[in-house]
T-cell receptor
Framework: AQRVTQPEKLLSVFKGAPVELKCNYSYSGSPELFWYVQYSRQRLQLLLRHISRESIKGFTADLNKGETSFHLKKPFAQEEDSAMYYCALRGGSGNTGKLIFGQGTTLQVKP | NAGVTQTPKFQVLKTGQSMTLQCAQDMNHNSMYWYRQDPGMGLRLIYYSASEGTTDKGEVPNGYNVSRLNKREFSLRLESAAPSQTSVYFC????????????FGEGSRLTVL
């Protein structure tokens, strides 16, 4: 079964502090993993995906298959990073694209 | 280019009433999805349609039906609304063959009394 777990409902840090939003997954095949973000009054949008191995807005995420994790990290948090973050896994047979989300973590960056 | 458009944005229903949430996308995407968002539960997949003419159940399909009317439109119907269906509903679309990125609508807030 496919499952995504984000253990923290709320993560509160001060501006300039490092941030790590945790994501663990359960999937029997080769996973495709993503981070989506929902800023206040904006649509849910893609932040980054593990395949592209890119850094977006200073955020990076590394897929660790041994620990089945895909934690999102940023060395220095900014107030504009405050948002709801969702980790997601694509599974399903063939190319159906069914995307399963975790419970979400609210990141609050205090000034 | 509107992207993904959902209607209505807000709706209040009484228990037992029916309603349909409409979703349309103008990005020529093959795949479309309906999710519900609840506090502490995150986003849960209700139904999805990998391509025109196909629909499949997601994690929480009970109490819902869907119709993939054409490539652009994917509707979600509540036949007999229950208070447990009070939620924010999101429609999304994706072209798996290109990027696989999901594009979301603004959401529809449904309250069932």
């Amino acid at each position: 079964a496919q499952r995504v777990t984000q253990p923290e409902k709320l993560l509160s840090v001060f501006k300039g502090a490092p941030v790590e939003l945790k994501c663990n997954y359960s999937y029997s095949g080769s996973p495709e993993l993503f981070w989506y973000v929902q800023y206040s009054r904006q649509r849910l949008q893609l932040l980054l995906r593990h395949i592209s191995r890119e850094s977006i807005k200073g955020f990076t995420a590394d897929l660790n298959k041994g620990e089945t994790s895909f934690h999102l990290k940023k060395p220095f948090a900014q107030e504009e990073d405050s948002a709801m973050y969702y980790c997601a896994l694509r599974g399903g047979s063939g190319n159906t694209g069914k995307l399963i989300f975790g419970q979400g973590t609210t990141l609050q960056v205090k000034p | 280019n509107a992207g993904v458009t959902q209607t209505p944005k807000f709706q209040v229903l009484k228990t037992g009433q029916s309603m349909t949430l409409q979703c349309a996308q103008d990005m020529n995407h093959n795949s479309m999805y309906w999710y519900r968002q609840d506090p502490g539960m995150g986003l849960r997949l209700i139904y999805y349609s990998a391509s025109e003419g196909t629909t499949d159940k997601g994690e929480v399909p009970n109490g819902y039906n869907v119709s993939r009317l054409n490539k652009r439109e994917f509707s979600l119907r509540l036949e007999s609304a229950a208070p447990s269906q009070t939620s924010v509903y999101f429609c999304a679309s994706s072209d798996l063959l290109i990027t696989g990125e999901l594009f979301f609508g603004e959401g529809s807030r449904l309250t069932v009394l």
